[in-house]
């Protein structure tokens, strides 16, 4: 969603801000504009479209010179994209970033309105322009001050005062912001890889905290004036890490990280070769006496959660329910105090998993998130966290983050069977050591990945698609299919493939292709009659499976070998060619992969 960056230093602050802003394009957006102030004066340039659009237009202005200002990519939520509702907003006495969204921004709209404001722009973050230059009487932090006393919902704003030169001042609610400290340079952004090309210093903005970089230095107070000493944190994610390497898009790239990202998450969890997730603070006795698990999350995210409900269930015994959070959060759940409930975020940011997370600590239950941002609102606010060690996951369609939250969801379930006495010692090590060796697996499909790459140019005329499966496998399917429909824009649906002759089946003609997972082998006569079902339909069916299964020509018009492990861990072998079926179909049709429109990479917003 929406990126913010900002920059006060001795560097060209346009050519740091249009640089930063690349680094946040990966969060999906319409539009951008930076704002700067230079010599009493504040130069504004905003486009619709891409970032080059921008850069056209401010090459066209003749550039824009200064050392301190403003940037933001927009992504709507209040008005549509164009050129006067992207950011920065304001007059040449003040200029805004704003990620979030101003709840009451009506009310003071309309009080403004009577006080002789006029606005030019549909969005919410007009008014606190308007709102900051009504309460500005010379001194910044009164005006930010008064307007945070008005304003209702969730933030984070850069704001540039026309009197304060090369000065920045920002402040947060529920939005993140985080403030990096360079060699005599200060930057805010709203993520992580904007600053780390500059620097790997930061600090975490917290709500209500004002933050003032000033030449080059930032400092903190609190909303009464106090100043505030705060924890200078470094990053662990490097440049290269946020960088394509050679890879055509940043998606392939992740799909090809799935290995290393699994050793890293899993590594330090494996203890004498028994799943150990102590480090978290959920001992062996907690999670045996959990009464209930919950798995809340949204997208992808939430497809891990029902690949952990069935690894649960099978293996341990304990049922477990998953939600999505926008769900959860207004279907009143019934928890308590003895429940768990597991909260899945990539970003650890999304606006409906966070509210689910506060409303289950509310309501008593323990809460522990799967996260892969550290520092992250949901990381802080949960009990107990395992983050997932992905590093930055930068295209929006996410794949590497996915199979990490699985991989945890493994672990879980072994260390959580094991406990409950569902499984035995040897049995837990054996599943801990079939984990540790799919990153080989999944190395050789990836050697493969022709194949995906037949599939794809199969599909590209496809307008619909299924994607079929039974148990574990249909769980697979699900996201194989969210993946496919996000980034190559064909209509495709999962369905477990018993239910296909419920309804579904009268859609199926020689156009609407069918792909099954048929992994699960003591599923695998059910799932390949109903294969032949829509084979007898005249649909093209393909086949993921194991590659010593033989499928015999009238089934399958194609198959996709992938290497046998335990049935359990067949997900994470069988995802893969998911992901690189959709990767191709997606290239093949000549969409942007990583930026797939009117997809943001986190979802700030309710
Ligand atoms: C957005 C992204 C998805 C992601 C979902 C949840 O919709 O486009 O890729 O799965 O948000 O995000 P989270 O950061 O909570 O995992």
């Known amino acids: 969603m929406c990126g913010i960056v900002g920059y006060v230093g001795a560097r060209d602050c346009t050519q740091v801000l249009l640089d930063s802003l690349a680094k946040l394009e990966y969060r999906g957006y319409d539009s951008a504009g930076i704002a700067v102030l230079d010599n009493d004066v504040i130069t504004t340039c905003k486009a619709q479209g891409r970032l080059a659009n921008l850069e056209e237009r401010i090459r066209q202005q003749g550039g824009i010179k200064g050392h301190c200002g403003i940037g933001h990519t927009r992504w709507a939520t209040h008005g549509e994209p164009s050129d006067i509702n992207s950011h920065p907003h304001g007059n040449a006495v003040v200029s805004i970033v704003h990620n979030g969204i101003i709840e009451n921004y009506k009310t003071l709209k309309e009080r403004l309105e009577k006080k002789g404001y006029t606005f030019i722009s549909q969005t919410d973050t007009e008014i606190v322009a308007k709102l900051l230059d009504y309460y500005y009487n010379g001194d910044p932090i009164e005006a930010i001050r008064k307007t945070e006393a008005r304003i209702e919902g969730s933030y984070a704003l850069g704001i540039l005062f026309r009197d304060f030169p090369n000065t920045i001042y920002s402040i947060r609610k529920d939005s993140p912001l985080i403030v990096a400290k360079g060699d005599g340079e200060a930057f805010i952004a709203s ?73 890293t998450t899993i590594a330090p969890r494996i203890v004498d070769g028994m799943p150990d997730i102590e480090e978290c603070g959920v001992t062996l006795q907690m999670l045996k006496n959990f009464n209930n698990i919950f798995v809340v999350a949204c997208g992808t995210a939430m497809h891990a959660g029902i690949v952990g409900k069935y690894v649960i269930e099978k293996l341990a015994r304990v049922s477990v329910t998953v939600d999505v959070a926008s769900e959860f959060r207004y279907r009143n759940p019934i928890l308590s105090p003895d429940d768990l409930v597991i909260l899945v975020s990539q970003s650890g940011e999304t606006a409906d998993t966070k509210e689910a997370l506060r409303l289950s600590k509310d309501r008593g239950a323990k809460t522990l998130a799967i996260v892969n941002v550290k520092g992250s609102s949901i990381a802080r606010e949960a009990d107990y966290v395992l983050y997932t060690h992905a590093g930055p996951e930068i295209s929006v369609a996410s794949t590497k983050a996915y199979m990490v939250q699985i991989a945890v969801f493994y672990l879980i379930a072994f260390e959580l069977a094991y406990a409950k006495g569902q499984i035995d010692e040897d049995e837990c090590r054996r599943l801990t050591k079939e984990l540790s060796s799919v990153p080989k697996f999944i190395d050789v499909i990836l050697a493969q990945k022709d194949n995906c790459q037949y599939v794809a140019s199969k599909l590209v005329n496809a307008e619909n698609l299924l994607y079929i499966g039974r148990g574990l496998d249909y769980a697979l399917s699900m996201e194989g299919s969210l993946k496919l429909k996000e980034i190559s824009y064909i209509h495709s649906e999962s369905y477990a493939a018993g239910e296909l002759k419920h309804g579904t089946i009268s859609l199926v003609t020689d156009q609407m292709p069918v792909i099954a997972v048929v992994t699960q082998r003591d599923l695998f006569d059910k799932t390949i009659s109903n294969v032949k079902e829509v084979k007898a339909r005249k649909a093209q069916t393909f086949i993921v499976t194991h590659q010593y299964i033989n499928i015999d020509d009238d089934v399958a018009d194609y198959k996709i070998g992938i290497p046998t492990i335990d049935d359990m861990l067949m997900p994470m072998l069988a995802v893969v060619p998911l992901q690189l079926i959709a990767y191709y179909t997606s290239v093949l049709r000549g969409n942007d992969v990583d930026k797939p429109r009117n997809l943001a990479k986190s979802v700030t917003v309710e």
């Not at 090309?197 to 230095?217: C, P, Q």
């Not at 609190?222 to 100043?227: A, E, K, V």
């Not at 000493?229 to 390497?245: F, H, I, R, S």
Request: aromatic share 10%.
């Open 191 to 263: 993520d992580v890889p904007a600053i780390l090309k500059y620097t790997k210093e930061y600090y975490l903005l917290e709500s209500g905290e004002i933050a003032i970089l000033h030449e080059g230095v930032a400092s903190f107070m609190t909303l009464d004036g106090d100043p505030i000493e705060k924890e200078l944190l470094v990053a662990n994610w490097d440049m290269e890490a946020a960088e394509k390497g050679g890879y055509e898009h940043f998606m392939l790239k992740e799909i090809h990280e799935q290995p290393t990202a699994i050793k």
